[in-house]
């Protein structure tokens, strides 16, 4: 299959200069003068870096040859990342230069969605929150209750993070992985 430039959204997978790309951001353009045009950014999907690329209209692209699949994060050996399709019950390895900054959010059993280009896995998304307990936390300073002020926190996951005054070592706190995890909320108590 294939798409024209009308064909275009955010989230579109497409295959350009032998690689896969997700289109992030697009624009049609119809100046006064001369033919129209799209201009987009895509994002590799493969290396995670963006490009800007216009596209005149009738252009067409390929569709990338991508599938996801729901996987759990089984374990880590060095680094290598284990992964099971929780369908298939089918085993695949990524290593971490794939995953980079999100492994750091990796626990057992973390249910995820693996990426695969021509048959093979390439790359992974986190859940938009997960939920970690934290293993400690520097100790807040008192007189330091200025709003918003934060300390450092390190969870159980192994992500760092920035953690408001009140939350304790064996709190349990909700982070949003799509912000390089930034503290969401407090779980219980």
């Known amino acids: 299959m294939s798409y024209e430039t009308s064909d275009f959204r955010n989230g579109l997978k497409?295959?350009?200069?032998?690689?896969?790309?997700?289109?992030?951001?697009?624009?049609?353009?119809?100046?006064?003068?001369g033919t129209a045009f799209t201009r987009t950014k895509l994002k590799n999907l493969l290396t995670g870096a963006v490009i800007e690329?216009?596209?005149?209209?009738?252009?067409?692209?390929a569709e990338a040859d991508v599938e996801e699949h729901p996987m759990q994060f089984l374990y880590a050996n060095g680094?290598?990342?284990?992964?099971?399709?929780?369908?298939?019950?089918?085993q695949v390895?990524?290593?971490?230069?794939?995953?980079?900054d999100d492994v750091k959010f990796l626990m057992e059993n973390l249910e995820v969605t693996v990426l695969f280009y021509k048959g093979r896995a390439v790359n992974l998304t986190l859940p938009n929150f997960i939920e970690s307990r934290v293993v400690s936390t520097e100790p807040a300073v008192?007189?330091?209750?200025?709003?918003?002020?934060?300390?450092?926190?390190?969870?159980?996951?192994?992500?760092?993070?920035?953690?408001?005054?009140?939350?304790?070592?064996?709190?349990?706190?909700?982070?949003?992985?799509?912000?390089?995890?930034?503290?969401?909320?407090?779980i219980g108590k």
């Open 14 to 33: 497409v295959e350009t200069e032998g690689q896969p790309f997700v289109i992030v951001y697009f624009q049609f353009v119809k100046p006064g003068k």
């Open 142 to 186: 008192k007189g330091n209750t200025s709003q918003g002020a934060l300390k450092a926190a390190k969870l159980e996951c192994g992500a760092e993070i920035m953690v408001p005054l009140f939350v304790d070592g064996g709190d349990m706190i909700k982070v949003d992985t799509r912000e390089s995890g930034s503290y969401v909320s407090r």
């Open 53 to 61: 690329r216009t596209y005149r209209s009738g252009e067409i692209l």
């Open 79 to 90: 680094n290598i990342y284990t992964f099971m399709n929780t369908e298939t019950y089918d």
């Open 93 to 100: 390895e990524l290593q971490g230069t794939m995953i980079g």
